[in-house]
């Protein structure tokens, strides 16, 4: 019962997400997002069932990968993380395709990667430690 109200929300969720790609690519390159961009995700049926799928089959192997233990779980997001970027640079990929495509990419970059998102983690735990020794000590 409440694993169909999730693949609901990928209809929306999935082209919703690649249209903020859109912004933060066409913001990189200098140019102006716009709301024309909008229509890349829910114009084209096509486009929208792999958007859904990408999104999708991109979750279940994150998810998978965070269950069997916590570091194959952020080896597979950062190995995919770009795969929205390369399906919004070439949409005529297949999603399996798209996918090898970034952990390609991502080879040689997943540590500078997991360093740019993560490095305030030692500050939440610094901050955790000094909060318990004010409290218990």
């Known amino acids: 019962p409440q694993f169909v109200p999730w693949y609901l929300s990928q209809a929306v969720i999935s082209p919703l997400g690649i249209w ?3 912004v933060y690519l066409r913001i990189a390159r200098g140019e102006s997002p716009s709301f024309d961009d909008l229509k890349f995700g ?10 859904i799928g990408l999104s999708i089959l991109v979750t279940i192997i994150t998810y998978v990968g965070f269950y069997l233990l916590i570091i194959p779980g952020i080896y597979a997001s950062l190995a995919l993380s770009q795969t929205y970027f390369i399906f919004i640079e070439n949409p005529d990929l297949g999603i399996i395709e798209i996918m090898k495509a970034s952990e390609m990419m991502m080879r040689g970059r997943k540590m500078k ?3 740019k998102r993560y490095h305030f983690l030692g500050g939440w735990y610094y901050q ?10």
């Open 20 to 22: 903020y790609q859109i």
């Open 42 to 51: 829910f114009n084209d049926t096509t486009i929208l069932i792999k958007a």
């Open 113 to 115: 990667l997991f360093c």
């Open 128 to 137: 955790w430690c000094r909060l318990e020794l004010d409290f218990f000590g």
